[in-house]
């Protein structure tokens, strides 16, 4: 029977063959009219070397486009870490007891979702790189370390000429995608149902227990898709940073454009590119639900685990 099922899940019907002849069609007519009706000469040839090109000894190494691409990625990594950690924080605010709690997490959420993430950026990168930075001696303190230390804080984050401004970008970044991440976290929170609450003060758990053991675990399965929405979000919305000059995959994209005039392959590479981490989260967020989902389930099945209302 689940067989018969998962065959006629995956069954294509008529529509879906239709709908994918259009889409062919579509995207065949548009390269025939890039082909024919714009003054372009095509060089496809040239991208790979932009990708990869061979150093001193021969070996291959990572040329522009890889290289802003693995700097997107870190951006991307730590940017998503950072403003997990603010959410979390914010959403738990949000919903907290405490009126100044809610009032700081409210302040914060409506102020940075208000603002233009441009603004943002360009408000960061002049306060904390232009201010902060040089009044602690961030960069001082960077290049005074050793060699393979060095090595390391660029491999992590940036090279040591560009820390400043990497963490400016960043801090801009999280602030802007934790602001979502936080009325996420509070509607994950506040969607589980009243008897829970109830049933979990029944049993006289403390408020830090029910939300621990009962009302977290019940939320996590809620906020997650939107949640990988976000994160794919926070991907995308890095390359608003390039405008401070850090060297990411849309920075190198347009210096690289304007430098060769190779404007449809450079921008369809950059895409693809992007592409490439964002179904990869997408895909790796599925397998998630699917692991939660059946851990779920497992749990149900041997009487353990969460607290219902109903086994009270």
Known sequence: MKSKLARRHYRFSLLDGIVALLLAALVALFLHRARAGLDYQWDWGAIPQFLFRRDAEGGWTANVLVTGFLTTLRLSVWGTILAL????????????????????????????????????????????????MPLL??????????ESTQALIAALFAPPRQFSTFLAGLVSLALFEGAYITEIVRSGIQSVERGQWEAAAALGLSRGQQMRHIIVPQAARIVLPPLAGQFISTIKDSAIVSIISIQDLTFQGMELMAATRLTFEIWITVTLLYLV??????????????????????????????VTASSV
């Open 277 to 306: 981490l964002t179904l990869t989260l997408s895909l790796a967020v599925s397998r998630l639900e699917v692991y939660m989902d059946r851990k779920a389930r497992a749990r149900r099945r041997r009487g353990s685990g969460v």
């Open 137 to 146: 001696d961030v960069d001082g303190f960077v290049r005074s370390r050793s």
């Open 85 to 132: 950690a603010i959410g979390v924080a914010m959403g738990f605010a949000r919903v907290s007891r405490r009126l100044f709690n809610r009032t700081i997490a409210g302040i914060y959420v409506e102020l940075i979702r208000n603002i233009p993430p441009l603004v943002l950026v360009l408000i960061f990168f002049y306060f904390i790189s232009g201010q902060i």
